[in-house]
């Protein structure tokens, strides 16, 4: 019997693909996003699709005890739903800074304690977090964003040590550039073009399969057995 699988942000992208490869493997999920008609969309079996923005816990911890009361406990959550707005500190607007802060790591901490309590007591489970290579090194115009991403890091090792002894694995997933939505949230076309050109000259990004491959990968090692992190980009991402 396949375990209980946990996703945030699986209603485009990255989420989503990780979504069909751990569907294919036959674990029930639970998905989490805002765009719940993009989860059913999905409609993939064995799979309850919750209307959750993360920076609610309250609303986090209810659709995983849902999700728990169908298919039992959660062997794994993948936090990954997130958000990048590109801009210049000088003229970015401050609320694009929080939106960042509150869903990328706030919502983050608000995933890794629905489900870190269980965990402990059970002495098993997985949580693989969804970074950035922009949070293992800065890039222009991405000042807060690579601030929630180097954060990611920070606290994914952090805890990983605080619950280690407990069997309990946390993994950290830094992808460089992947073709998906996450660009167009920016409001600067400036920048936008920029970084669409500079995904030209490392001759395109990978594709979301390409992570969900190694989120796959990761999560499919014995329980003894912790990936602390791997970075995962275009060969020819600089
Ligand atoms: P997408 O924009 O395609 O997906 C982002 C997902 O996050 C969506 O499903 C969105 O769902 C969800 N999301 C955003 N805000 C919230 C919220 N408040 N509550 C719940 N869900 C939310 O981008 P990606 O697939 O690329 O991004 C996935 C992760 O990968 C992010 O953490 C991103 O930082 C990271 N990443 C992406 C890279 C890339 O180049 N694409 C590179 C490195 C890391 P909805 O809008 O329906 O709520």
Known sequence: ??????????????????????????????????????????????????????????????????????????????????VMLLGQVSEQAP????TMFDVNVMGLLNGMQTVLAPMIQANTGTIINISSIAGRKTFGDHAAYCGTKFAVHAISENIREEVADSNVRVVTIAPGAVETELLS??????????????????????????IARTVIFAYNQPQNVCIREIVVAATKQQ
């Open 1 to 82: 019997m396949k375990k209980l699988i946990v996703i945030t942000g699986a209603s485009s992208g990255i989420g989503e693909a990780i979504a069909k490869h751990f569907s294919e493997l036959g674990h029930p999920l639970l998905l989490i996003a805002r765009r719940l008609d993009k989860l059913k969309a999905l409609n993939l079996p064995n799979t309850l699709c919750e209307q959750v923005d993360i920076t609610n816990k309250a609303t986090f911890e209810a659709a995983v005890e849902k999700a728990q009361s169908l298919y039992g406990p959660v062997d794994c959550l993948i936090n990954n739903a997130g």
């Open 95 to 98: 609320a694009q800074w929080q």
């Open 185 to 210: 949230h920016t409001t600067s076309d400036n920048i936008k073009a920029g970084y669409e050109s500079w995904k030209d000259s490392m001759g395109g990004a990978i594709s979301p399969d390409d």
